[in-house]
């Protein structure tokens, strides 16, 4: 008789997991480039915490703990908060993006030593900006990496099936500098919204961040023309949410495009030189994702 863990083994080897596999993702779309526990994501719904050693340990995100938010200042450099009141992960997650910037999230030895020197006063372990997520989810509730762009087939890595994520800047930027800005470092560009999948993500996106204010995206229109383009050349077509329904006309519009919250997340003109946060397309390589 095959016993029940015998018998796992052999479906495993013969039916090696899928993309429905768990992996960690950061509150703010980061890559996970640099890890500080002992334990993999096994199930969906548990979030980091860092210990009083500066471990990481994984714990139910609907239970209550300090927490430690960030904040980006005028010349880029980070500032940490710890935040001596409890509440679940996803409560803390609201607090650091209406009052700071976001959960923090941690690339290297360094800053997590940081983060555990500003955290001692915290008796108990607090949350980071860490949580165990399916590599499908693209629910916005608690996923950070949205898949925008549909994936043929899935290899045995499931990080390939989850390669595209939305970043939203940390500063108010001209959407030319957001245009820079947006091909720094892993980020690849001003985001482009070319199907109704898109818009939706992009909606849960803002939604789950609190975002209230116009955001940058890759529209933009020829002064020439007058017809309206994505950075890589594609035109806005046939896919739009422009406000209204139309697009702005020819002379009389402004030349770069936003979404607006306000306006139930319609696309609409803006003044180039007007400063929003942005929304970028980043990409996590499969070597970041990677369970260990």
């Known amino acids: 008789m095959v016993t029940v863990s015998v018998l796992f083994l052999l479906l495993s080897a013969l039916f090696p997991l899928s993309c429905s596999q768990f992996i960690e993702k950061w509150s703010n779309g980061d890559c996970v480039t640099f890890k500080n526990m002992t334990q993999n994501c096994l199930s969906p719904g548990f979030c980091a915490a860092m210990k009083a050693n500066g471990e990481w340990e994984l714990i139910n995100c609907t239970n209550t703990r300090n927490f430690m938010c960030y904040k980006k200042d005028s010349s880029q450099c980070i500032n940490y908060h710890l935040i001596l009141e409890t509440k679940t992960w996803y409560e803390a997650q609201c607090y650091c ?13 360094e800053q997590n030593d ?3 020197s500003v955290g001692s006063k915290s008796v108990t372990p607090f949350w980071i900006g860490l949580l165990c997520n399916d590599s ?9 990496c949205v898949r925008l762009s549909s994936v043929s087939h899935c290899d045995n890595d499931p ?5 595209t994520s939305i970043h939203v800047s940390d500063v108010a930027l001209s959407w030319e500098k957001a245009l820079d800005y947006c091909q720094e470092q892993n980020r690849t560009g001003l985001l482009q919204i070319e199907s109704k999948d898109d818009q939706v993500e992009v909606e849960k996106e803002l939604k789950r961040r609190c975002v209230s204010e116009p955001v940058w995206v890759g529209l933009r229109q020829s002064q ?5 383009i994505w950075p890589n050349g594609n035109a806005v077509f046939p896919y739009n949410n422009w406000d209204e329904g139309k697009q702005p006309e020819h ?4 030349h770069c495009g936003a979404v607006v919250p306000q306006k139930h997340y319609k696309w609409t003109d803006m003044n ?9 397309h980043i990409r996590c390589s499969t070597e970041t994702l990677q369970m260990d």
């Open 97 to 109: 993006r209406q009052c700071y910037t976001d959960l923090v999230s941690i690339q290297e030895l």
């Open 114 to 116: 940081k983060v555990k």
């Open 136 to 144: 499908k989810q693209t629910d916005g509730g608690n996923s950070t």
């Open 159 to 163: 990080a390939l099936c989850y390669n």
């Open 224 to 228: 020439l023309f007058g017809f309206w």
């Open 251 to 254: 002379q009389v519009s402004q």
């Open 272 to 280: 180039c030189e007007a400063q929003y946060i942005a929304l970028c």
